[in-house]
Nanobody, 129 residues
């Protein structure tokens, strides 16, 4: 059973916004780097954003820079992904993932999906008019 639960997905028109949440009740959340990934039908899983365990470092994939913002509230064991100016190509299933890494140096870039051992089940985002 996944310890991470994504929520906030849905159908939105191009140009609109959504905020995704990834929660992990009871998890030692503040020791983990968290990543958001997405996968569209027929495509490989793509790294979207990353945030270090303290929230001091973030990184974004090139296709979402300037439009998406990742943040976290460790007291609430929740990571957020604010998505603005959504495009049809943002459509896909969005997953949060975690890696135990409570050290400086995390999220200089969005790590490869294979680096993260813990995953949620995903939430569908559809951008369409």
């Amino acid at each position: 059973q996944s310890q991470f639960v994504e929520s906030g997905g849905g159908l939105v028109q191009p140009g609109g916004s959504l905020r995704l949440s990834c929660s992990a009740p009871g998890f030692r959340f503040d020791e983990y780097t968290i990543g958001w990934f997405r996968q569209a039908p027929g495509k490989e899983r793509e790294g979207v954003a990353c945030i270090s365990s303290t929230g001091s470092k973030t990184a974004y994939g090139e296709s979402v820079k300037g439009r998406f913002t990742i943040s976290r509230d460790n007291a609430k064991t929740t990571v957020y992904l604010q998505m603005n100016s959504l495009k049809s190509e943002d459509t896909g299933v969005y997953y949060c993932a975690a890696e135990w890494f409570p050290y400086p140096g995390a999220c200089t870039v969005v790590p490869a999906a294979g680096r993260f051992p813990y995953w949620g089940r995903g939430t569908q985002v559809t951008v369409s008019s």
